[in-house]
Each structure stands twice: as structure tokens, then as C-alpha cells.
């Protein structure tokens, strides 16, 4: 059943002009590297669909480890880098790094692919920060 929805979803992007992806790595219950990705499309109606793709265990952490993951995904859902327009990933050097980062080496395959600072981590970062400075203060 999962396949067949990412199948739908794939099917879908490769209709929509442009897609975006956003991609993190976490470490699961059982101590394991997974890298999370998410792909966001807007389809012809102008409705923006923001889908997870799925976790894909990976054997470490390092930039070339996870660019090649994101473009097996990428290979496997036959999403052509051609509609690739934009990145998210979190501040992390290994992600975000200008001369070596994901997102360098992926703009490298696909110069109009965008790389921006993931929102969702600036938000978390800015509330972690606000908590830690008002602890002090009670």
C-alpha cells in the first residue's frame, strides 16, 4: 500500500513543472542513520503538496553518503533533476556547506536548484533559545 502512494505521488510531481525537496538524517531507536526526505510540488491548480517520501538508512553522516541517497530516491521515483528547483536542509556544515555540502554537490547536478535554510529549524532554534534564556530568568 505505501508503495503504491509513493508511486501516486511521484507520478504526480513528474506531471508538475518544478519540485523542491527537504531532507534531514535522525538516528532511530536502534541507533541506525535514517535520512528523512520530503519532496513539495505545486500541481496545476496552484495547490502546493508537501509529501514524505520515506526514512532510508544510510551508513553515515558524511555529504557524498547522503547526496548520493537523495539521488538514489530521486533514481528510483524516475523524477528527473531537470525539475529540481529547490533545497532545504538544516544550518549543519555537512548539509548546508558552500564548498562541499549537500547542497552544494546537488546544485553542482542541478545549478537552479536553490538551497534554503529549512524554516522549521530556524523556528525550532529560536524557540530552544527563548526557553534556555527564560529559564534563567525564573
Known sequence: MAQMIVREISDNIRKS??????????????N????VVCL?????????????????????ISAQTITD????VLVRLNISLSQYR??????????SG??????????DEQPKALYNHCHGHRLNQACSDNTKKTKNHV
Open 17 to 30: 513543472l518544478y519540485f523542491g525537496l527537504m531532507a534531514d538524517d535522525t538516528i532511530d531507536v536502534a
Open 32 to 35: 541506525k542513520e535514517q535520512l
Open 40 to 60: 513539495r510540488s505545486i500541481d496545476q491548480a496552484l495547490d502546493v503538496h508537501e509529501d514524505f517520501i520515506g526514512l532510508y538508512q544510510i551508513d553515515n
Open 69 to 72: 541517497s537523495i539521488q538514489d
Open 86 to 95: 529547490g533545497q532545504t536542509y538544516d544550518g549543519a556544515s555537512t548539509m
Open 98 to 107: 558552500p564548498k562541499s555540502g549537500v547542497q552544494k554537490r546537488n546544485k
